[in-house]
């Protein structure tokens, strides 16, 4: 078996995190569906992740980003839909993570790809549990975007934002911090910065934040489905001719 959790991890204080903000959104909501929905897809994406990893190192393994993978999931699809379903999308995430890479890393978010493809192959809709509680998720999200070193995707996601959507307010006359309102904060701190998809230089960070914020608003303009999922999916495919760019100082 694999070793215990190791609470100092960014991943594992990230899991606790998401367990615990889970319990006060099922308190907030008086919704115990969201908590089973949990631990359907926790359970799903550690035991793929756990079979996959036995047939390839003869080894069982509980691993800290599987756990992760099946709780973003449960966040997004929430607690609406049948338990298969739920199942089905941690399964679609964890076997991208396994089947699609390059060299070393796999290409995609394993999450943002398995509810992408559950999505467009079912017809589903995602829910974001939680994401607009900006006063719980941002002290976090902060937090976690600087041990980890993707601030620059942080700050450059909302500086294109701002410039694009604050633009349109302007033009249609609205209040242009009412964008504050409309951000998907669960997708911005916790989706957007996943360490082994997304680049690794300062400029491959800056170009690839600011990308994904400037195709969010292209795809909310055509009236794309799923808009930050899709550019995400669509941006990580980038990342490794990012890690090619100007400046390879690890950052």
Known sequence: MGQGMNTRSIKAQLGIFLLL??????FLEKHAGFLLAICISVIAAALVDSIVTYLKEKEFVLTESSIITGLIVSYVMAGSYAWWIIALTSVLAI??????RFKTRHVFNPAGFGILAAVFLLGLSTEWKGAYLWYIIIPFGVYSSFKIKKLEIIISYFIASFILFGGQAIIQNAQIFDI???LNYFFIFIMLIEPMTTPLTRFGKIIFGSGVGALVFIL????????E??????FNLFTPLLNKSPSRQNM
């Open 220 to 227: 909310y303009a055509a009236g794309v489905k799923e808009p």
């Open 21 to 26: 903000f889970s319990v006060y959104i099922t």
């Open 229 to 234: 999922l899709f550019a995400l999916t669509c």
């Open 180 to 182: 504050l309102g409309y």
């Open 95 to 100: 076997s991208s993570k396994h089947l699609i």
